[in-house]
Antibody
Framework: EVQLLESGGGLVQPGGSLRLSCAAS????????MSWVRQAPGKGLEWVSG????????YYADSVKGRFTVSRDKSKNTLYLQMNSLRTEDTAVYYC???????????????WGQGTLVTVSS | DIQMTQSPSSLSASVGDRVTITCRTS??????LNWYQQKPGEAPKFLIF???SLQSGVPSRFSGSGSGTDFTLTISSLQPEDFATYYC?????????FGQGTRLEIK
């Protein structure tokens, strides 16, 4: 059974930093791209960042580019999101997601963690 | 970036009704369109991929169609557990984008 367990959320002041972790199990971690998707309170879903299975390729939304860094530790089956220079608009529940591939080039998010809440406030 | 527009934003319906949610994209995405269901306080659940393929375990009352820029999610006969918010998402190009969501409420 695939499981994704996020941790690391909490309250941080504007300009501060936080590192989120996502412990993965139940699948071959290094074979799948992973992403972070966030949801501000009462709002919709926003893709934040993605990382290839190899870890060689990273992708970011413009809203976080230059401030957030995604990485993975294959030995620990863990995905990370280092968040620096945090802003109030980064306040959201952050979900870790596993990629599902189809039709050669298509992909979706087939498994989601329970989410971890990040609150940026003074 | 590819813009995603869902309609309606909210919808009231009764158990047993047939409902359709539309998702329109700002440029063609072939069939790289996925649908998710989210209930309050829960993570999204993966429903449909490739515009029309049901994820394993998803009831057959759910169906998807479309290609290019216009897509639909249809629930043939609403069940109590279907009242939730639904999101479309494109995986044609980075950045990945979601629709704003359609809230399906009980009438």
């Amino acid at each position: 059974e695939v499981q994704l367990l996020e941790s690391g959320g909490g309250l941080v002041q504007p300009g501060g930093s936080l590192r989120l972790s996502c412990a993965a199990s139940g699948f071959i971690f290094s074979s799948y791209a992973m992403s972070w998707v966030r949801q501000a309170p009462g709002k919709g879903l926003e893709w934040v960042s993605g990382l290839s299975g190899s870890g060689d390729n990273t992708y970011y939304a413009d809203s976080v580019k230059g401030r957030f860094t995604v990485s993975r530790d294959k030995s620990k089956n863990t995905l990370y999101l280092q968040m620096n220079s945090l802003r109030t608009e980064d306040t959201a529940v952050y979900y870790c997601t596993k990629t599902y591939y189809y039709d050669g080039s298509g992909f979706a998010f087939d498994h989601w963690g329970q989410g971890t809440l990040v609150t940026v406030s003074s | 970036d590819i813009q995603m527009t869902q309609s309606p934003s909210s919808l009231s319906a009764s158990v047993g009704d047939r409902v359709t949610i539309t998702c329109r994209t700002s440029q063609t995405i072939s069939r790289h369109l996925n649908w998710y269901q989210q209930k309050p306080g829960e993570a999204p659940k993966f429903l449909i991929f490739g515009a029309s393929s049901l994820q394993s375990g998803v009831p057959s009352r759910f169906s998807g169609s479309g290609s290019g820029t216009d897509f639909t999610l249809t629930i043939s006969s609403l069940q109590p557990e279907d009242f939730a918010t639904y999101y479309c998402q494109q995986s044609y190009s980075i950045p990945i984008t979601f629709g704003q969501g359609t809230r399906l409420e009980i009438k």
